[in-house]
């Protein structure tokens, strides 16, 4: 095993604990998110995936907001899964990102050299919603995870990284269970 490879194994570990912990709305994921997003960082940018490395330290990023914010909220919801309402405004301007996001990253990443182009600035403009999502506690992040995975899964296939393709392939079977867990046992915040 080489260095990238190894990168991707501790990756594909942190990874699937990070979405358990997800599933069951434990803050300490965020802790996990961290690790998650440098490692992947460094795996897509040695492919050249460079707008999925640039997700993945945003990801770092959102990840210490996202403590905070579900630190605040788990206080109000009183140990329940917290929910929050996804606006029409909310959703309408997510999908404008998306659009516009899409567009912008994809001509700069042909610009750039970068591989699968299109694709990755699709599915990192679909991962930065469903990660700002999450960090709202709407459960419709767990739709737009269900896209953006199964999507990363055929990304990491075609680039030959077999641990990131079985990371996707576990996220999307998880997003589909998530969803269904947060939507039965949740509690929506007033």
């Not at 992947?40 to 403590?67: D, P």
């Not at 309402?85 to 516009?100: D, E, Q, W």
């Not at 050299?113 to 600035?121: C, P």
């Not at 030959?160 to 998880?174: D, I, K, R």
């Amino acid at each position: 095993m080489d260095i990238i490879e190894i990168i991707e194994a501790a990756a594909f570990v942190t990874g699937i604990i990070y979405i358990v912990l997800e599933i069951l709305q434990k803050n300490s994921m965020w802790i996990l998110g961290i690790l998650t997003g440098i490692a992947c960082a460094y795996s897509f940018g040695v492919q050249g995936l460079y707008a999925s490395m640039g997700l993945n330290v945003y990801y770092v990023f959102v990840s210490v907001w996202g403590l905070v914010q579900w630190r605040k909220d788990s206080g109000a919801s009183e140990g329940a899964i917290h929910l929050n309402r996804l606006t029409p405004g909310a959703a309408a301007a997510s999908a404008a990102v998306f659009a516009a996001g899409t567009l912008v990253l994809g001509f700069l990443l042909q610009a750039l050299g970068g591989s699968e182009t299109w694709l990755d600035a699709g599915v990192t403009m679909l991962s930065a919603i469903g990660t700002f999502w999450l960090a709202r506690s709407y459960p419709q992040q767990w739709l737009v995870w269900i896209v953006a995975d199964a999507l990363y899964t055929v990304l990491c296939a075609v680039q030959g990284m077999p641990w990131m393709t079985v990371l996707y392939v576990a996220y999307t079977a998880a997003a589909a269970y998530g969803y269904f867990h947060w939507t039965r046992s949740g509690k929506y915040l007033e």
